[in-house]
């Protein structure tokens, strides 16, 4: 009998034990049943990435009229930057001689709009900006050409001019580029394009010998004008996987196979809001990628760390195999509409952001996303 009452005084202290361990957003016997979750897969895009080509005077060393000979650079995809700016360096082949470029900069914007009919309308226009050896303007919809000369530059004849870096420099740039080369394009690798020579800009981490580079996408230059045809797309050799989830307040990015960023780069979630005609009205940082619970360490310094290397590595470029954004909605503004959390945010995007630039704001280049089920933005 002793060994009965025994028997249910411990199962009794077993099941207040598990009720106590067990909070409210775990499933119990007593009540199996908790929040729904609504998910969807993400999707690889690789949009909008910075991205663009370099053209280049036809010959390797400069003519007999080195006025002539410009070097043009043309960028899309970039941030904005605070604090930071971006300059163009031009360099011989084995990348050990640059100058830093002063030259003639100018805009390409593009805007989308809905006529009274609901169709899509483009509209561009075009501004000088005059002349720089520095910029910090980006945007999701700028272009950007910058044009300069040999005898601008001051450099020699007998020079070549074959290599094309833009880094990220704060302060004041000394005699070579910082250590974050993230743009650059060769002479070597261009190919001949209406009486000059076109290469396509790669994107990743410059090295003065290619075999030790990281080339994070790579850039296709077209024989167009300057403008959204100029240049592709970047492709991104490497295919990220992940799916979203919400779960009451909840909202979860879980997702994976991530090239480490460029030097000066790291991965941000986001969660948009969008009006019943589709537009813009919202965005809402879901936070930096982070390794799974529970170390939750930040990947923000992926860049240039190994973070943990039980969900980051590889050689010769590791990679993020295992990451989480996890954020509730009682802690972010505006993410309660109609007191439905996440209600009327339809779309989740992960961005590749500059580290320069504005915290909070949602970058240019965009590596997943996905149109987020109506089961969760209008539920």
């Not at 930040?298 to 240039?304: H, N, P, Q, R």
Request: hydrophobic share 45%.
């Amino acid at each position: 009998m002793k060994h009965m009452r025994f028997a249910v005084l411990s199962s009794a202290v077993c099941a207040l034990a598990l009720t106590a361990a067990c909070q409210e957003e775990r499933a119990i016997t007593s009540a199996p049943v908790g929040a729904r979750g609504f998910g969807s897969n993400l999707s690889r895009v690789a949009a909008n990435l910075p991205r663009g080509r370099a053209i280049f005077p036809a010959t390797a060393i400069a003519s007999a009229t080195p006025a002539a000979d410009s070097i043009i650079v043309e960028l899309a995809g970039l941030d904005s930057l605070t604090g930071a700016n971006y300059v163009v360096w031009v360099g011989n082949d084995s990348a050990t001689k640059f100058v830093r470029a002063t030259g003639l900069l100018s805009q390409l914007r593009t805007d989308t709009v809905l006529n009274a009919s609901g169709d899509p309308v483009v509209s561009s226009a075009t501004a000088a900006l005059g002349t720089v050896n520095q910029f910090s303007n980006g945007g999701q919809n700028r272009f950007f050409r910058f044009a300069t000369t040999r005898a601008a530059m001051g450099i020699a004849d007998i020079d070549s001019a074959n290599t094309i870096i833009v880094s990220v420099e704060t302060g004041t740039p000394g005699a070579t580029p910082g250590a974050r080369r993230a743009l650059w394009a060769r002479r070597s690798q261009a190919a001949a394009v209406g009486g000059r020579l076109t290469a396509g800009v790669r994107f990743g981490n410059f090295a003065a010998r290619r075999t030790e580079e990281f080339v994070f996408s790579t850039s296709t230059a077209a024989n167009q004008p300057f403008g959204p045809l100029a240049f592709s797309a970047s492709s991104m050799p490497i295919i990220p996987r992940g799916r979203i989830e919400v779960r009451g307040s909840i909202y979860t990015v879980t997702d994976s196979n991530y090239y480490r960023p460029p030097v000066g780069y790291f991965y941000e979630a986001w969660a948009v809001r969008t009006d019943t005609l589709g537009r813009f009205i919202d965005t809402v940082s879901l936070g930096q990628k982070a390794t799974p619970f529970p170390g939750r360490k930040s990947f923000y310094d992926a860049d240039t760390q190994i973070t943990d290397p039980l969900f980051m590595f590889g050689t010769p470029t590791p990679v993020i195999f295992a990451a989480q954004h996890r954020v509730a909605a009682d802690t972010v503004a505006g993410s309660i509409v109609s007191n439905t959390p996440w209600r009327e945010f339809a779309w989740t995007f992960v961005t590749l952001q500059n580290k320069f630039s504005p915290v909070g704001r949602m970058g240019a280049g965009i590596v997943m996303n996905v149109n987020n089920p109506s089961s969760i933005s209008f539920r």
